[in-house]
């Protein structure tokens, strides 16, 4: 398995993750052009098998920047073998290296893979007013 960045140069996997997990053939190319979007990919040799993607935030009051993970996907012959982990790691890496002051993801209380996941990857979980949702926080250390 091998992780990517989606940049200009590689966006056939671009397409293939959109085309496998959001049934379109349609990828936004703009997507790409604003450096605050990020979106990463795992192959099984040239085959897309994972995609996370997420948005960097700038804070108002100039300090940090923040990411908020938007989705992460594993096709389901891929799943428990670690995929999310990995991909989360390279999401990840910029705020290990203190480039974020922290990072976080929503998901319904009803995803307990996902839950796991992000438990398993050092979130912290927070549950917000709405029982529904839960937020899942890193924190730069």
Do not use: C
Not at 21 to 41: A, G, I, R, W
Not at 71 to 81: G, H, T, W
Request: no cysteine; glycine share 4%; hydrophobic share 40%.
């Amino acid at each position: 398995m091998n992780i990517i960045k989606i940049t200009k140069e590689n966006i056939e996997y671009g397409r293939q993750s959109i085309e496998l997990f959001f049934n379109s053939k349609t990828f936004n190319q703009h997507f790409l052009d604003l450096p605050n979007n990020v979106m990463y990919v795992a192959l099984d040799e040239k085959k897309v098998i994972g995609m996370v993607y997420g948005y960097i935030f700038d804070r108002p009051d100039g300090s940090q920047k923040q990411l908020f993970i938007y989705s992460i996907d594993v096709l389901e012959a891929y799943r428990k073998q670690h995929v999310g982990t990995h991909l989360l790691k390279h999401i990840l890496k910029p705020l290990e290296e203190g480039q974020y002051r922290d990072a976080f993801v929503i998901t319904n209380h009803t995803n307990q893979a996902a839950m796991n996941l992000y438990l398993k990857a050092g979130a912290t979980q927070v549950t917000p007013h709405d029982d529904q949702d839960v937020l899942f926080v890193w924190k730069n250390q």
